[in-house]
């Protein structure tokens, strides 16, 4: 008989083969899980959610009532003063960043970018945001393109949330181990589209990167850290449905569309969602390190039509796109930033990681197999 496996050889194969099982759960059983199966979180959605989207539908009611939210007008200082007065009511702490906007040869406007915080004393930081101003022009209406657009969807709809958003959470607020930021961006929706200046000379999310150029006076860098960046665009349209920004976070991304297809919204959150570039006011956070991610639809050839019309008004405003939205961001902090939970949005195991060790161990397993084979060789040909 050929010569014995030495009792080193052996623990060695059979340790391989335990990491390559194991791998291979990890990339083909728990990356599948990760991706299309949601029971994991079903018992996470047992908390009482208490979102309301007649609040949130209200709230975009009240914007409109100001008028076209443009800086410069009495409607955008209107408007301030009234989400500054919200955001005192629900939150711990409340600041405004002021900034002016002149492009050469034009007049200068006062802009403000709107921030509340709740446990400001927390150390890990999650910032909701959307922008606040409404267009001053409608390019794609077929009549009156110089007009300014309502905004309720545009605009509107994403501060009707996070109004609605920063009441409920702060019901909650003892039991969250971070703080949450709900930023209010100015002077987003003014840039060039179609030949066509909102505001002339001005570029599209001019406050977000303004706030990033100066984010340090809102935080101490020294002992809080930033966890993620979730912008709400267009959320309240009639036909909801999320697309994929490809710049955001893959993780985040999968774990808030999970959450929303955990609770029933899987048309909105679809598995597959379409890939689209947006240029919006997450990238300016991106841009320092942050996870992003860009709740918005396809506004370019989606079923909801009205981006940059007449038509954005509250008639083609959802209030169960509002709630689809605002409960899947409640769940969302609820499930993974309640104090004591296990739950982590992160891939601290990236997949490119497991494929190289899966790949690696597999080569190992081949060598040693083949020492293995010609040590076996080697007794027989003795033994003849």
Known sequence: ???????LEMFVLIFILIILGNLNYHIIGAGSFEKNDISHLLHFNSFDLEFNETNAYDHISTQLGFGFRVPGTSAH???SNWIISQMQSTTSLVSTHEFIIQKEGEPSYNCQ???GKINPDRENIVIFGAHWDSRNISEKALTNREKPIPGANDGGSGV???IELARVLSLYQSYLDSQIWFLFIDAEDQGYTQGMYGIQGWEYCEGSRVFIEEIDDFYDSSSESFECFILLDMVGGTNLEFI????????LHESIFNEGRALGYIQSFPSE???MVIKDDHLA???IGMPVIDLIIDFIYGEWTYHHTLSDDLSNIDPESLKITGRTLESFIKTYYTTGTEQNWRDEFPKWLYISLFVGSGLL????????KKRIWAGNSILK
């Open 1 to 7: 008989m050929g010569k014995d496996f030495t009792n």
């Open 77 to 79: 200082t209107n408007c």
């Open 113 to 115: 970018n709107i921030l």
């Open 160 to 162: 009707g949330v996070l």
């Open 244 to 251: 994929k920004e490809s710049r955001s976070d893959d993780d």
């Open 273 to 275: 969602a379409k890939s």
């Open 285 to 287: 956070f991106m841009n």
């Open 365 to 372: 397993l081949v060598i040693v197999g083949i020492v293995l």
